[in-house]
C-alpha cells in the first residue's frame, strides 16, 4: 500500500488560496507513482481534482478547477502540492493525495488507499 499524509487546509474566504501538500506516511513512498488530490463533500464518493505523473509531464486538472489551481511535485522533497487561487465556496470539502490507477485527458482515478485528510473551507 501507499499511504500519503496530507496538509495544509484551512478555512478561508472566497477568493483567497491555499497550498496544500502531500507527502508519504511512515514506511511509504511515492516514488514512481502518478499522484492524485481528490475530494470528498458530505460523504460523497471521492472526485478527482487534479493529477500529475511522476515525471510531472502530464497533468489532469477537473474542468470547474481549471485556471484556478495548479498541481506540481518536487521529488527530491518526496511532495506534491496543490495551489489552490481564488477559492470558491464548491471548492469546500476534505482533500485526500492518492496514487492514481488511471489518469487521462478526462478523469483521474484512485488507488483507493487513504490517509486522513485536510479540510478545505471557503466561507465568508
Known amino acids: 500500500q501507499v499511504r500519503a499524509v496530507e496538509s495544509g487546509g484551512d478555512q478561508v474566504q472566497p477568493g483567497g488560496s491555499l497550498r496544500l501538500s502531500c507527502t508519504p506516511a511512515?514506511?511509504?513512498?511515492?516514488?514512481?507513482?502518478?499522484i492524485g488530490w481528490f475530494r470528498q463533500t458530505s460523504g460523497d464518493e471521492r472526485e478527482g481534482i487534479s493529477c500529475?505523473?511522476?515525471?510531472?509531464?502530464?497533468?489532469y486538472y477537473k474542468p470547474s478547477v481549471g485556471g484556478r489551481f495548479t498541481i506540481s511535485r518536487d521529488n527530491a522533497r518526496h511532495t506534491v502540492y496543490l495551489q489552490m487561487d481564488n477559492l470558491k465556496p464548491e471548492d469546500t470539502g476534505m482533500y485526500f493525495c492518492?496514487?492514481?490507477?488511471?489518469?487521462?485527458?478526462?478523469?483521474?482515478?484512485?488507488?483507493?488507499?487513504w490517509g486522513q485528510g485536510t479540510q478545505v473551507t471557503v466561507a465568508s
Open positions: 492518492a496514487r492514481t490507477s488511471t489518469m487521462g485527458r478526462d478523469s483521474c482515478r484512485p488507488v483507493p488507499e
Open positions: 511512515s514506511g511509504s513512498t511515492l516514488e514512481g507513482y502518478a
Open positions: 500529475i505523473s511522476w515525471i510531472g509531464g502530464s497533468k
